[in-house]
């Protein structure tokens, strides 16, 4: 079976990902309530995350004009250095 190319959008994030200026770790927490805390590299970031609970926490990376990027296993997967 043929290989499936990534999607352009895919590694637009991952890119994006790599030269993220810092990382957040959101949960939330009730209502419209959420505990955020910031990182200055993804493993920081996914350790933070295994501390709130990695299974509701989402992390995002900030890039150095501000924009946000939704860390998820497909964008990581694109970069060997994003992989898990």
């Known amino acids: 079976m043929r290989q499936q190319r990534p999607h352009p959008q895919d590694i637009k994030e991952a890119n994006q990902i790599a030269a993220a200026a810092y990382f957040t770790a959101c949960r939330r927490i009730i209502g419209a ?25 989402m992390i995002y990376a900030v890039t150095p004009d501000g924009l946000t990027v939704a860390v998820t296993d497909r964008n990581r997967a694109l970069l060997p250095s994003l992989a898990p």
């Open 33 to 57: 309530r959420y505990d955020t805390r910031r990182a200055s590299s993804l493993p920081e970031a996914d350790a933070l995350a295994a501390a709130m609970g990695a299974d509701r926490t």
